[in-house]
């Protein structure tokens, strides 16, 4: 540019004025044509972890097992709620969306029944489990079907991970649900935690942790452990939609959630026989007659651990 412009403010008079607004008129134009292909940022990358507990409709165990009377519908709910979000997070501008199936055997949704637009990743076991497939691609993640932490009352169906084994997990000294221990994962990779939906409980669990940037939808309200009231299924399915736009539209007020080292995990067991398997393991110590515990530098390391030592509990 300068070997354009140099030899024109050797000149004086009229000539030099036109020709320096000639010159910077081109440069102007060519500005305006260029800046949409090279200053227009990519289309968000969004990752959605639905578990059942949270979704429509959902109020006992029967609904959420492949052995049980209600679970067929439930999957029809499972595969609603996400499409109502899918949509919602397309208003907003979405670009590719990765849904990961996370209940239980994690082959829940049918697949032909979930938008086709999206990637599903089904089955189990999975490395990162809930999160799995989550990377630092990623812009914004968004949690639909979520529950509440074990001991919680009225939450729906309440636990953390496995009902029949974990009483409570505790990363640094805190108790935490599932919704907090996955979204350490996707705060390893630096994504934010835009939206989460389930029942009232579990909103208000997740404002607790995550604070007011996060967009909450609760589709049913909590009267007891499997008792809920619905909202009307239009109206879930229209806040869904729009919960999630919002949640989208708004992700730059959304920061990654980040539990840093040192961490310290602790398991408390539902009885003592559970916390022996787990305790043959280098580097995990007793920590009282169900309790166990260990430290780990990295986040997604000790999460793995977490989960071997859940699953070493539960065949105690």
């Known amino acids: 540019m300068i070997l354009i412009v140099s030899p024109i403010f050797k000149k004086g008079g009229r000539e030099k004025t036109m020709r320096t607004r000639l010159i910077f008129g081109l440069i102007a134009a060519f500005a305006l044509a260029v ?87 089904s089955g189990t076991p999975k490395p990162l489990g809930m999160m799995e497939g989550i990377d630092a691609s990623f812009d914004a993640v968004v949690f639909v079907g979520y529950h509440a932490r074990a ?20 990363v640094n000294g805190r108790e935490l649900p599932e919704m907090g221990l996955n979204a350490a994962i996707a705060g390893h990779f630096k994504v934010p935690v835009v939206m989460l939906t389930g029942d009232t409980v579990t909103c208000a669990q997740a404002h607790e942790l995550f604070g007011p940037s996060i967009t909450t939808v609760a589709v049913k309200d909590a009267v007891g452990r499997v008792a809920a009231r619905m909202l009307p299924r239009s109206e879930a399915l229209a806040k869904l939609k729009a919960g999630a736009k919002k949640a989208l539209e708004g992700r730059a007020q959304a920061k990654p959630w980040v539990l840093g080292p040192p961490l310290s995990f602790e398991i408390e067991y539902h009885n003592s026989g559970q916390s022996e398997l787990p305790t043959l393991l280098a580097g995990v110590k007793r920590l009282g007659p169900r309790a166990v515990g260990f430290s780990a530098n990295d986040y997604l390391e000790g999460f793995k651990l977490l989960r071997a030592l859940i699953a070493l509990g539960g065949v105690s």
């Open 35 to 121: 800046w949409p292909a090279t200053a227009q940022t990519k289309a968000p990358k969004v990752y959605i972890s639905v578990d059942m507990e949270g979704i429509w409709g959902v109020v006992h165990g029967d609904q959420v097992s492949a052995a049980g009377e209600g679970y067929g519908a439930a999957r029809r709910w499972m595969a609603e709620d996400v499409n109502a979000v899918i949509a919602g997070l397309r208003e907003a501008g979405a670009g590719e969306i990765v849904v990961n199936d996370s209940h239980g055997g994690m082959k829940n949704i049918v697949a032909d029944q979930l938008d086709k637009t999206v990637s599903l990743i």
């Open 151 to 170: 001991g919680s009352f009225p939450g729906i169906l309440d636990h953390t991970i496995s009902g029949a084994t974990v009483y409570a997990i505790k």
